[in-house]
Structures are given as structure tokens and as C-alpha cells.
């Protein structure tokens, strides 16, 4: 029983933590995540990375703005050119948004997506580019191309 009771208290801990860093996701209904890693958040917690990597498995967070499993909430990122930081998550977002509202007939390049997220502050290499479209599900320039 007192495991199980230890195992809740950090499960609360976690979740009370994950609330506290990513605020902006929280608050805002098109808020994005803030990079956040499992070491960051055990080292916090003053446990084992690899407590936090149990813990949230299979473990979903009911939100306003849906269900989400815990490992969610993690990602690594980078610094944007403004001094920000960015998460992965979102840049790949971005990358799915350019391309969902692109000219199918005419679709991105690679190079042309990072040029959009350069113009948006993010300093992103070609090859980033295509390993996130490649996660996403998402084809290269020709298997996106609608011919009419």
C-alpha cells in the first residue's frame, strides 16, 4: 500500500510540474508547448529519469483542450533567434500547418519550409525539415504534388 501511495504522490507531482512548465499550452487555446525534457523535470523532482519515464507511461491528462497521453508534454527544442525557446513539437506543428494550407498543385520544397520558419525566427536546417515531415506522416514535394 505504501507504494502504491508513493507511486500516486509522484504521478501528482509530475502532473503539477508538467502544469507549472508548459502554462502557455494551458492557458492559451492556441498556446504551444514549451521544451521540456524527462531529465529537466526529474532532476526537479529530485528522482531518477527513468521514474519519470515509468510514471507517465500510459498515463493520459484530460485537458479543456482534450485528452493527451503524459509523454505529450515532453520534447527537446531549441533556441529561437529572438532567445526564446521553441519545442520540437511546435516546429513540427508549423511545418504541418504550412503544408496543409500550401498550393497542392505547387507544393513546398524542404528548403522552402525552412526559409518560412527562418522568416518566423526559427533557425532550422533543410534535413530538420524532412526528418519532422518524415514523423508527420507526410510526403516530399512530389508525393504532395496534386496534379488537376
Excluded: W
Aim: aromatic share 6%; proline share 3%.
Amino acid at each position: 500500500l505504501r507504494n502504491i501511495h508513493h507511486r500516486g504522490s509522484t504521478l501528482e507531482n509530475i502532473a503539477k510540474s508538467l502544469l507549472k512548465y508548459q502554462q502557455g499550452f494551458f492557458k492559451n487555446p492556441h498556446g504551444r508547448l514549451a521544451p521540456l525534457t524527462m531529465k529537466t523535470l526529474a532532476d526537479e523532482l529530485d528522482v531518477h529519469e527513468s521514474t519519470v519515464a515509468r510514471a507517465v507511461a500510459n498515463k493520459y491528462m484530460d485537458t479543456p483542450r482534450g485528452l493527451f497521453p503524459l509523454r505529450f508534454f515532453f520534447s527537446s527544442g531549441m533556441v529561437m533567434a529572438s532567445g526564446s525557446d521553441i519545442s520540437n513539437k511546435t516546429i513540427q506543428d508549423l511545418v504541418k500547418e504550412f503544408i496543409d494550407h500550401e498550393d497542392k498543385a505547387h507544393p513546398l520544397t524542404d528548403q522552402k519550409i525552412m526559409q518560412m520558419l527562418q522568416e518566423k525566427g526559427i533557425e532550422c536546417a533543410r534535413r530538420t525539415v524532412a526528418k519532422y515531415r518524415g514523423i508527420l506522416g507526410l510526403g516530399n514535394t512530389h508525393q504532395r504534388k496534386h496534379h488537376c
